[in-house]
């Protein structure tokens, strides 16, 4: 049976820049991800945050009342709450209450199914509980199941600060040699001279079913928020012939409370190293503006904001009229509509992906010996071939190769320009 959740969206003043009916619609969609019904809603509104219960004590009867009389398993705020105010709320509600990162976290920790992404949910779950902990100390897995309660270790397990500042420790520790692990594995990359694109979007965008699309990779994907925690990348071969590494990226949201951006680090590195960014937005959602500039604060966060980046404008087959896009494309530098359900408009995109990474190719016309056949076929292998001519002894050929082929090639006895 669903959890029943009363949701209460907060208001303060000057509290950002998404209207509050979307701040509450999405955080129903939350709790929708999580597999409960929401029962009741209310907006609670102050000009600031109340010491004891964040909000007024008025709006806390009314919210008690609710709770007696609709059988509410859970209240959910969508500000973020202190241990004293959780407790007082729970205390005058009669009820479990959490607050948005809460949910967020509780998310992550369902999805979360690979050794990496465990810890760095763990290791999420723990920097919000260290500030909180009070007295004797708090549970970390509450008892009784249901939204907020998946914890990130043993059940029932009583810890104090200094316990769960050692677990923090050693997570930090073993999530930086697996950051020490992919910096290896970007090197190596690097030294191939294969460019990294990294898929970079509004959770819910499209971007796992974007890497299906064009690499086949089996990546987990349904409607729903937050469906790829495990950080995923596939090699890919564009049309040119030119090996790239596309990586799958944790989804962005409105106002991501920076510490899971922080215990995320070791995945968003990938997005910090990446040659190209494609920034997937879902532009069958109306407020696909708001997604937008989300995930630009993100990546400001990141200091991302400045790298070369294609907007893949997603989901064009939810679309009944599509007249307006051509306008929508031209306030992007680097802009493809496509369908990666339908995978409609892919070639446009690869074709996208290659004109901005041209930088990482050269055009070569050179003359190589009859014998070297092995050359020829490596350049047919790796690079896009633009004419080639037969000759005597030399096979003339003119192609599109990358920089490190370009310098093999060079450095081969026998083989001359002939430009």
Known sequence: MAEKALLVTVDFDKRGSWPIEDVAKELEDLVVSCGGEVVWRTVARCKKPTPGYLIGEGKVEEIADVCRTAGVDTVIFSHDLKGSQQRNLEEAVKTKTIDRTQLILDIFARRAKSEEGKMQVELAQLEYLLPRLVGKGIELSRLGGGIGTVGPGE????????????????????????????????????????????????????????????????????????????????????????????????????ELPHHLIEAFKATLEEVVDADLLLHVLDVSNPKFRNLHDAVIDVLKELNCQDKPTITVLNKIDKLTDKSWLRNLEESFPNVVSISALKKENLSALTGKINEVLVPTTTLIDVEIPIGRMDLINLIHKEGEVKRVDYSGDFVRIRAVVSFKLASQLAAVKGIKSAS
């Open 155 to 254: 059940t029932k397990l009583e810890v104090d600060r200094r316990r769960i500042s050692e677990r923090i420790t050693r997570l930090k520790r073993d999530l930086k040699e697996v950051s020490v692990s992919r910096r290896l594995k970007r090197k190596k990359r690097t030294d191939q001279n294969v460019p990294s694109i990294s898929l970079v979007g509004y959770t819910n965008a499209g971007k796992s079913t974007l890497l299906n699309s064009l690499t086949n990779a089996g990546q987990l994907t349904f409607d729903g928020l937050f469906t790829t925690l495990d950080p995923l990348s596939r090699q890919y071969i564009l049309p040119t012939h030119q090996k790239v590494i596309l990586s799958d990226t944790v989804g962005f949201m409105y």
